[in-house]
């Protein structure tokens, strides 16, 4: 699932997202939010208030050298299979680092920043051990999977599709994503994968990776009418393959966690209450200096707020609060 890697708070996919977070503009430039990814849904998970600023504001975060690394290793772990199956070799992918460094480079020429010195000059040695890392990842994900054995159906795979019923007022929740692989056996069974660039969590702290994946489970269970038979996530920083095989009552229990999730997020929307929630991720927020528990004023709400009915509107801190236990 190429909302990929999570070295940092926001992920390889984060800031450096494939995915395209639904939203309907507004003439000021603001949104209100029109679909789901499971990034934008761990951000509102993680911290409401940061889930504001990256979806509604849209404030600026500074490009991250791990984030980007993640990108351009998704990007020739899926090139590489364009090569015929006896050609898929680690010297071959490692050779397509630099390439799709320089073309994620020209889409994107802020990245340079990441390798400038203060005085704004280029720094060479900083670039040159960044792509030696992203070479090391690659060439690691050869002793994890043998890419000459297998064909997949889909890379880089774009999904969508809608929730019917949800929201506060039942129009429907889109969920959306890019899946990075997906391998269907001769039997129809169907494996979604995702590479991860970071190293995999201890068993405590799996629920955001699972939480992901029975995200994109769900969606191609509704896009396919077949559910996934196992979800396949690879550690490509420390060389783990974790598996899971979902049953049809946790996914609709994901399905069920959505919607609640969708509903606050519209009700936050409409009252313009977006509550920080502090943890420790907080070090790796961008946006501490407009956060209130930093000491910094958020921006105006820039969405209309909608009067609240009496009795018939949860306080959005109850509900956003909520969410840890759904
Ligand atoms: S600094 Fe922490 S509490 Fe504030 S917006 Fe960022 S994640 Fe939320």
Not at 4 to 33: H, I, L, Q, T
Not at 67 to 96: C, M, N, W, Y
Not at 143 to 157: I, K, V
Request: charged share 25%.
């Amino acid at each position: 699932m190429g909302i990929a890697s999570e070295e940092n708070a926001a992920g390889a996919d984060g800031p450096v997202a494939r995915a395209p977070e639904g939203a309907a503009e507004r003439p000021s430039g603001a949104v209100r939010p029109a679909a789901l990814s499971p990034s934008r849904a761990g951000d509102f998970m993680q911290c409401p208030l940061l889930y504001r600023f990256r979806v509604i504001d849209k404030l600026p975060e500074k490009p991250s050298a791990a984030a980007t690394r993640g990108t351009v290793v998704h990007s020739v772990l899926e090139r590489l299979f364009d090569a015929p199956a006896a050609e898929r070799t680690a010297p071959r992918a490692k050779g397509l680092v630099p390439g799709e460094w320089e073309k994620l480079l020209a889409a994107r020429p802020q990245l340079a920043e990441l390798f400038r010195r203060e005085d704004g000059s280029h720094d060479g040695d900083r670039l040159a051990t960044w792509l030696a890392d992203a070479e090391r990842l690659v060439e690691r994900w050869f002793t994890l999977e043998d890419p000459t054995r297998l064909e997949p159906a889909d890379r880089e795979l774009y999904v969508e599709t809608v929730i019917e019923g949800a929201g506060g007022d039942g129009a429907g929740l889109t969920l959306r994503g890019f899946i990075d692989r997906v391998d269907v056996a001769p039997t129809g069974d169907i494996r979604i994968v995702d590479y991860k660039t970071g190293k995999a969590p201890a068993p405590q702290y799996r629920d955001g990776a699972l939480f992901q994946m029975t995200f994109y489970a769900l969606v191609m269970w509704r896009l396919r009418g077949r559910m996934p038979r196992r979800l396949q996530l690879v550690y490509l920083g420390s060389g783990d393959v974790l598996t899971y095989d979902p049953a049809e009552a946790e996914l609709l229990a994901v399905e069920r966690k959505l919607r609640a999730l969708w509903e606050a997020i519209e009700l936050a929307t409409d009252t313009g209450d977006w509550r920080p929630r502090p943890t420790k991720l907080c070090g790796w927020c961008d946006h501490q200096a407009v956060c209130p528990e930093f000491g910094g004023t958020p921006p105006p709400y820039p969405l209309p707020v909608v009067a609240q009915r009496a009795g018939q509107v949860t306080p959005a801190g109850a509900a956003q609060g909520r969410m840890d236990a759904v």
